[in-house]
């Protein structure tokens, strides 16, 4: 009886709500599961990504950066930092694995009152081929994002954002924001 019991009372630890407050004063609050791996939590490389998108480093002075702009999250997790972009005015997919999606959508529909572009979950396996996604993204965000700079360096140009640049209290020394941009392509002579 005890065990059957036990397995009926919900662990407060295994679902928990994320707080993440936006500078306008309003919260986005994001669901996250204790058990399932490590895109079930939201991660501080995400807030401060998150945050790094609302200062005006980022966004400059009049309309934000990402307003009308098309964005693609990549392994977005709980989907925060995609979230954040698409409360900015930005369109947004947010993608990670099967696995994930339910997670993605609650979050989505949990704080899609704040939402002034829109925002879609998709299923992206890294490696696989991809048919969904039709054109460019103006914007591709990552966080948490595990890669070999000596592989980028062949198409991309690194700009790494100086910490005082970042939002001024979601910062630390052990978290980078790159900004990387493809190489423009050499005209033949």
């Known amino acids: 009886m005890a065990a059957t019991l036990e397995s009926s009372v919900e662990d407060p630890l295994r679902n928990f709500v994320r707080v993440l407050e936006k500078r ?8 996250q599961n ?4 490590v895109g079930c939590v939201v991660w501080d490389a ?5 945050k790094y998108l609302e200062t005006p480093g980022f966004s400059g002075d ?4 990402l307003s ?14 995609g979230l954040m972009a698409a409360t900015l005015g930005a369109d947004v997919v947010v993608t990670d694995l099967e696995e994930l999606q339910d997670l ?21 396996k ?16 990552m966080a948490d994002c595990i890669y070999y700079e000596e592989l980028l360096q062949l198409d991309f140009d690194f700009e790494k954002i100086p910490l005082e ?21 050499k005209s033949p002579s």
């Open 46 to 50: 995400a807030i401060v990504l998150s």
């Open 165 to 185: 640049k970042h939002d001024e209290e979601y910062r630390s020394e052990d978290i980078h924001i790159l900004y990387i941009r493809k190489k423009k392509s």
């Open 104 to 124: 993605l959508k609650i979050n989505i529909n949990m704080n899609k009152h704040l939402v002034t572009g829109s925002v879609q979950a998709k299923v992206l």
């Open 24 to 31: 306008d004063g309003t919260v986005l609050r994001l669901q």
């Open 68 to 81: 009308r702009r098309s964005v693609l999250e990549l392994g977005s997790g709980t989907g925060a930092v």
């Open 126 to 141: 890294w490696g696989e081929e991809i048919e969904d996604f039709t054109s460019p993204p103006d914007y591709i965000l």
């Open 34 to 37: 204790g058990s399932g791996g």
């Open 62 to 65: 009049g309309a934000h950066a």
